[in-house]
Antibody, heavy 121, light 110 residues
Framework: EVQLVQSGAEVKKPGESLKISCRSS????????VGWLRQMPGKGLEWMGI????????IYSPSFRGQVTISADNSVSTAYLQWRGLGASDTAIYYC??????????????WGQGTLVTVSS | QSALTQPASVSGSPGQSITISCTGTSSDVGIYMVVSWYQQHPGKAPKLIIYEVSKRPSGVSNRFSGSKSGNAASLTISGLQAEDEADYYCCSYAGSTTFVFGGGTKVTVL
């Protein structure tokens, strides 16, 4: 069974750094795309970016490029989403998603449970 | 890369059919057959219900169906049930390994 398990909720102050994780199991980690989505309070889903761990190929949404870093560690089948300086507007639930086929086919088949990030002074 | 356009809300009575539209452009929905739909109940992670415009994953009710015409895709829920009350999001491939989501539609079962 494919599972994506995300790290727990975080409370941070503005300007702090943060790295959240998404651990995968039940499939070959290097063969699936892993993406990150943001859902701000009471709002819709926004695509942030995606990584193909097998080739370390990372693509960002223009809205998030330079604001976050997506990475992966194949040795522990885990993808990461990182901020260097958080702002209040980063308060949101972040979902990692898995895509089993090529990027131009299929869909986001698998979802993590979400990680709530709260940024407040 | 602008968000796809969905109606904010759609409602229907039990047993009725409703349709949610998802309007994009010739750079995303209009050119790719890679439109998917997700259902999200309050406090839960979204769940895939339609992929590649009209395909249903295993285990998803056949009351859910999808279609596309030009730059717009649609999700139809037939035989509306109380458990269908949720938020629904469309998503389209937009080329060069990028994706775009719709703003979401709240479905209310009257």
């Amino acid at each position: 069974e494919v599972q994506l398990v995300q790290s727990g909720a975080e409370v941070k102050k503005p300007g702090e750094s943060l790295k959240i994780s998404c651990r995968s199991s039940g499939y070959s980690f290097t063969r699936y795309w892993v993406g990150w989505l943001r859902q701000m309070p009471g709002k819709g889903l926004e695509w942030m970016g995606i990584i193909y761990p097998g080739a370390s190929n990372t693509i960002y949404s223009p809205s998030f490029r330079g604001q976050v870093t997506i990475s992966a560690d194949n040795s522990v089948s885990t993808a990461y989403l990182q901020w260097r300086g958080l702002g209040a507007s980063d308060t949101a639930i972040y979902y990692c998603v898995g895509r089993s086929g090529p990027a131009d086919e299929g869909a986001f088949d698998y979802w993590g449970q979400g990680t709530l990030v709260t940024v407040s002074s | 890369q602008s968000a796809l356009t969905q109606p904010a809300s759609v409602s229907g009575s039990p047993g009725q059919s409703i349709t949610i539209s998802c309007t994009g452009t010739s750079s995303d929905v209009g050119i790719y057959m890679v439109v998917s739909w997700y259902q999200q109940h309050p406090g839960k992670a979204p769940k895939l219900i339609i992929y590649e415009v009209s395909k249903r994953p295993s285990g998803v009710s056949n009351r859910f169906s999808g279609s596309k015409s030009g730059n717009a895709a649609s999700l139809t829920i037939s035989g509306l049930q109380a458990e269908d009350e949720a938020d629904y999001y469309c998503c389209s491939y937009a080329g060069s390994t990028t994706f775009v989501f719709g703003g979401g539609t709240k479905v209310t079962v009257l």
